[in-house]
Every structure is written in C-alpha cells, then in structure tokens.
C-alpha cells in the first residue's frame, strides 16, 4: 500500500520531443508529491512538486498532471533537450496525521535518454 | 550554500572492516534520512531521524546504525562491511518528515 510505481523505467525520446514519465500509488494518505532528476554522479535534485489539491503545475518545459481520483500523476517535459537525459524519479509524501517509518515513498526511477 | 554534505565520496573497505559515513546539514532541516541506491532498485530508505535526538529503521535497516549526533550531524555506519553493502549512499535532509527531501552527492562504497 506504500508503494509507488513508476513507469517506464527507460525512454529514448528524439531532441525536441515530449517526454512523459508515469507513477501511480494506492494509499490515499500520500498528500504532496515531488519529482526529482539525477545525473550520473549525483544526488537526486528536486525538479517540481504537486499537490493534489491541482491537477496541473507547469515550471518551464516540465509540467506535472495529476489525476487524483485515478491516483496517477505524470511528468511531461516539452521540447526536450539532451541535457534533460538523466535518471527522474517520482515520490509521494504521506500526510503529517498519517504515522508510518517511512514518508517519503520513491518511485523506481526511469532512465531518460534524448536523443540528438 | 552547501545544502547536504557527505564524507567520503568514495570508500573501498574489505569485508569485516568497519566504518562510518559522515552527513551534514546547513539548512536547519529537522529530518534527516540514510538511503542507498543500487542499479534497479531505485532508492532504499535505510533509517531516518524525524527530529533531533530521534531515529527510526526504514526499508532495509540491517548490517547499518545511526547516530543523530546534533541537528545538523546524521552518521551512517557499517559494524562489519559486507560485499551486499556495495552501493552508492546518499544522506538527504527536509524542513520535517512530510516535505521533500534534499539530497547530499552521494558516497560510493565498494566491499570487496
């Protein structure tokens, strides 16, 4: 029920295109999400984040979706751009009256690569 | 602004040796959290502190300990190393356990 899964967990996409990363999750008590971009050698660094309280924000060329009564939510990233290839990983966080040992659930990963 | 600072970036330890990886925070974040990423796996909470003077196991807490030394110090250690603790390690720390995290550069371990 903690779980978050994150598909696909690679993506070739030609220069210019739309990227487009997918998470689901089951538990209800998850209340902000986060997504984050990894390049080789590096931490996870926080790209955007949602609440579920909208069902879209857009910073620049990434743009998350939220559907909360699917409990799906997506990045979208336009024009991309080869030096968006890197890993991206989605995350829900579990609302502060919910206890539990862990709550910042993280999705697998997906291996971005743009292709020029 | 260093934000998340882990020592070393790298380790190369034989099995039974033991060591600790060192984190801290200049952010004046109450949380703080010990993962380990491996290929596929994505990343595995391996324990966390919500506040100060507090620790908690997450996913895959076994062969590690922690210390949350003060607020902005969060140690990870390995008693005895073994080839299974192979990984990239990362220390991350946030306002309170419900907001995101932020991460430090990561330490690659190797136990050979």
């Known amino acids: 029920q903690q779980q978050v899964k994150q598909s696909p967990q690679s993506l070739i996409v030609q220069k210019g295109g739309i990227s487009i990363i997918n998470c689901a999750y089951e538990?209800?008590?998850?209340?902000?999400f986060p997504w984050y971009q990894q390049f080789p050698g590096k931490g996870p660094a926080l790209l955007i984040a949602?609440?579920?309280?909208?069902s879209e924000k857009k910073e620049g060329r990434f743009t998350i979706s939220f559907n909360k009564s699917a409990k799906q939510f997506s990045l979208h990233i336009m024009d991309s751009q080869p030096g968006d290839s890197a890993t991206y990983f989605c995350?829900?966080?579990?609302?502060?009256?919910?206890?539990?040992?862990?709550?910042?659930?993280f999705g697998s990963g997906t291996r971005l690569s743009i292709r020029p | 602004n260093a934000g998340v600072t882990q020592t070393p970036k790298f380790q190369v330890l034989k099995t039974g040796q033991s060591m600790t990886l060192q984190c801290a925070q200049d952010?004046?974040?109450?949380?703080m959290y010990w993962y380990r990423q491996d290929p596929g796996m994505g990343l595995r909470l391996i324990y966390y502190?919500?506040?100060?003077?507090?620790?908690d196991k997450g996913e895959v807490p076994n062969g590690y300990n922690v210390s949350r030394l003060n607020k902005r110090e969060f140690s990870l250690r390995l008693e005895s190393a073994a080839p299974s603790q192979t990984s990239v390690y990362f220390c991350?720390?946030?306002?309170?356990?419900?907001?995101?995290?932020?991460f430090g550069q990561g330490t690659r371990l190797t136990v050979v």
């Open positions: 538990n209800t008590a998850f209340d902000y």
């Open positions: 991350a720390s946030s306002v309170d356990s419900d907001t995101e995290a932020f």
């Open positions: 952010m004046n974040h109450n949380s």
């Open positions: 949602i609440r579920p309280d909208v």
């Open positions: 995350a829900a966080i579990v609302n502060p009256g919910y206890s539990s040992a862990s709550k910042i659930i």
């Open positions: 502190s919500a506040s100060e003077g507090t620790t």
